[in-house]
């Protein structure tokens, strides 16, 4: 810091914290990638498995991508702020991109299969997810220094909450699918 005090210790055992995320994230996308090439015949684009582009991209996105977003501050306090903000920006930036991949493969695949849009409580809390991420990441740079400063313990509120919002979404998301399919 400034006042050339040393810098505040990383929580104790942080790190085994961040390899268990990390695991448990890797273990999430291998097993949903495994779900879907096993027992939902893959991925692809312009076809009937077109959907299943949706929850590869939402978990990758929503879940895993802004988790580690959420840790960057937490990994890295170390670090130059400048950089540390850069690459929650970019992780940010990034699940957003995946995110909007993954919403246009299940609009696509409901036109395509005259299935209709917005019909369920996991797509509502989807598109509320979505569009808190977007808000955020597009509208929030363009605020001045002094209202980032004093908004910055509800920037962190919100990001956990939306974090909350996305894994409650896609648990939503898999047990519409689940009794969808249960005969």
């Not at 893959?42 to 991508?65: D, E, I």
């Not at 929650?88 to 005259?114: N, P, Q, T, Y």
């Not at 979404?169 to 898999?174: A, N, Q, S």
Request: glycine share 10%; net charge positive; with cysteine.
């Amino acid at each position: 810091s400034m006042d050339g005090a040393p810098p505040p210790a990383s929580p104790a055992g942080l790190s085994a914290y961040v390899a268990v995320s990390q695991l448990l994230g890797l273990t999430l996308l291998a097993t949903t990638g495994a779900w879907l090439g096993r027992y939902r015949g893959g991925v692809a684009w312009h076809s009937p498995l077109q959907f299943n582009v949706h929850p590869l991209c939402m978990v990758l996105g929503m879940v895993f991508l802004q988790g580690d977003a959420l840790l960057v501050y937490r990994v890295f306090r170390h670090e130059a702020k400048r950089s540390t903000k850069a690459l929650h920006a970019l992780l940010h930036g990034l699940a957003l991109v995946i995110a909007l991949v993954g919403i246009v493969a299940v609009f696509e695949s409901h036109r395509a299969k005259g299935i209709p849009d917005m019909y369920s409580l996991h797509s509502w809390c989807g598109m509320a997810a979505f569009w808190l991420l977007g808000c955020g990441f597009f509208l929030l740079p363009r605020t001045s220094f002094s209202l980032r400063g004093r908004y910055k313990p509800q920037h962190i509120f919100f990001g956990i909450a939306l974090f909350v919002l996305s894994i409650g979404t896609c648990l939503l998301g898999i047990t519409e699918m689940l009794l969808f399919n249960i005969r």
